[in-house]
């Protein structure tokens, strides 16, 4: 339909984009047969149907489950999905898993997402330790690099950033629709969880977010892990957020100051108000440029 119009009643269209709630999620059609499917407390997920192929782009976790499927069923009409895409390891992205598993649907994600759902490792952030997972839970078609998609009807790829969320990342880029998934790559307007135990840095997120913003444009839009849907120049601050803030706490640990001495002259103070939320809190961020500067924890 919007392809019938000039191409700037498109751009106020795109922007317009029919969103109505299903079972407790927001459901914004991008493109015929593209949505994204968000709740306020888990990852966005995205819905792509291509032929006889229906494929949702992370599965959240309990209790959503039985509301995403039926929102999952509601723009599908019925259709299941026949293949999951898992954009990294964390549990809010994956614990609808086997969920979906059980309906039918094969799960693709990066080798390293199957390491580590397998073998979890401690928090140092949260001094929680994620429990291992089963079987059914476990992607079962694996990429190590880069992927083209072609073989599920999709014009598209993943595509691998090793060290920069986790080491485990895959992005899923729509080339002809212009849209990304960047899976927890991009917390828009908010403070990023960068998971350095599980081979996350700083410096890696910033050359991913980087490297995208390279190969992009002005059009693109990006389903975030975590916030609105997105426009490039929302990967512009969130990339300049991380540097600046970076360079911030790297000069006070060069003067010598321990992290309680940093956490005291509050470097971030002026990012607070727009990018603080209740997981990756302003401290938490100064806590992660510290760790990653100086490998200490405290
Ligand atoms: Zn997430
Ligand atoms: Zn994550």
């Keep these: 339909m919007l392809k019938t119009f000039s191409a700037g009643i498109t751009a106020s269209l795109i922007l317009a ?18 949505s994204m499917l968000a709740n306020a407390r888990a990852g966005n997920v995205a819905v792509v149907e291509a032929g ?23 723009v599908t009409g019925g259709r299941a999905p026949t293949l999951v895409i898992n954009t990294h390891f964390h549990g809010d992205h994956v614990l609808g898993n086997a969920h979906f598993a059980a309906l039918g649907a094969g799960i693709l994600a990066h080798e390293n997402v199957a390491e580590r759902l397998a073998n979890p490792v401690q928090s140092q952030l949260t001094g929680r330790t994620p429990e291992a997972l ?5 992607p079962d078609i694996l990429v190590s690099q880069a992927m083209m998609l072609s073989r599920f009807g999709v014009t598209g790829e993943v595509l691998h950033y090793p060290d920069a969320h986790t080491d485990g990342d895959i992005i899923v880029y729509l080339t002809d629709a212009n849209i990304i998934h960047m899976g927890d790559l991009l917390f828009s307007g908010l403070f990023p969880f960068i998971d350095l135990d599980a ?6 997120y910033i050359a991913a977010l980087d490297e995208i913003i390279g190969f992009t444009n002005a059009e693109t839009r990006f389903i975030a892990g975590h916030g609105p849907l997105s426009t490039r120049d929302d990967l512009i601050a969130s990339r300049d957020m991380l540097i600046e803030g970076r360079a911030r706490v790297a000069a006070l640990v060069e003067e010598g100051h321990d992290l309680e001495a940093i956490q ?8 607070h108000e727009a990018w603080n939320w209740g997981f990756i809190t302003t401290e938490r961020m100064v806590w992660t ?4 500067i100086t490998g200490l924890t405290q």
């Excluded at 089963?134 to 476990?138: A, C, Q, T």
């Excluded at 005291?264 to 990012?271: E, K």
């Excluded at 440029?289 to 990653?292: A, C, K, L, Q, S």
Aim: proline share 5%.
């Design 264 to 271: 005291a002259a509050a470097p971030l103070a002026d990012f």
């Design 134 to 138: 089963g079987e059914e839970f476990l």
């Design 17 to 34: 984009a029919s969103a109505f709630a299903q079972a407790g999620f927001e459901v914004t059609e991008l493109e015929d047969g593209i």
């Design 199 to 204: 081979g996350g840095t700083v410096n890696g």
């Design 289 to 292: 440029f510290y760790r990653d």
């Design 52 to 74: 006889d192929n229906v494929i949702l782009i992370d599965t959240q976790m309990p209790p959503f489950l039985e509301d995403l499927e039926a929102a999952v069923m509601d």
